[in-house]
């Protein structure tokens, strides 16, 4: 005779509590970590700004609390994450200038014939950048420092 098995119920309970568990905040790369942080509240189904405000400060570890110090002390009453991810955004995303020389200052000129480290400054910045004063700063640094002056004046004249 087979063996009779009892019905297997494979529905899920009605409530199901999945805790969030924010991984440890990246000062580096912020997009990243809200990006992160932002799947687990859909994959538990936290939807209000206040619920994902507290999250995201249990997050952040005491020694990167002072730099947004005023919205921890006094959280705003509407829209309390999205106020406090700009202000993350704000102090922890570089510029796009500091991004900018970041990138070129990792770039010297080397053996390099000057025309051809310009053309790779210019290549390293991407076409939104090409002429931007930053590049043409980086680049008259590239010159011994009694002929910046001269290179200076000259790129003005013309």
């Given at each position: 005779m087979p063996e009779v098995c009892p019905p297997v119920d494979d529905r899920?309970?009605?409530?199901?509590?999945?805790?969030?568990?924010p991984r440890a905040f990246i000062p580096h790369d912020p997009e990243v970590w809200f990006a992160a942080?932002?799947?687990?509240?859909?994959?538990?189904?936290?939807r209000t700004q206040r619920s994902k405000y507290v999250y995201a400060v249990e997050a952040i570890p005491g020694e990167r609390m002072c730099a947004i110090r005023d919205i921890i002390l006094k959280p705003?009453?509407?829209g309390a994450y999205d106020v406090l991810k700009a202000v993350i955004r704000q102090f922890y995303i570089p510029s796009n200038g500091q991004r900018l020389r970041?990138?070129?200052a990792r770039h010297p000129i080397g053996d390099m014939k000057r025309s051809?480290?310009?053309?790779?400054?210019?290549?390293?910045?991407?076409?939104?950048?090409?002429?931007?004063?930053i590049v043409k700063e980086h680049w008259i640094e590239s010159w011994p420092?009694?002929?910046?002056?001269?290179?200076?004046?000259?790129?003005?004249?013309?």
């Open positions: 899920e309970p009605a409530i199901s509590f999945k805790p969030v568990k942080l932002e799947t687990q509240f859909i994959a538990r189904n936290v705003p009453e509407k970041q990138l070129l051809r480290h310009l053309a790779r400054l210019r290549s390293l910045a991407g076409p939104v950048n090409t002429y931007s004063d420092l009694q002929v910046q002056p001269t290179v200076t004046a000259r790129l003005e004249d013309s």
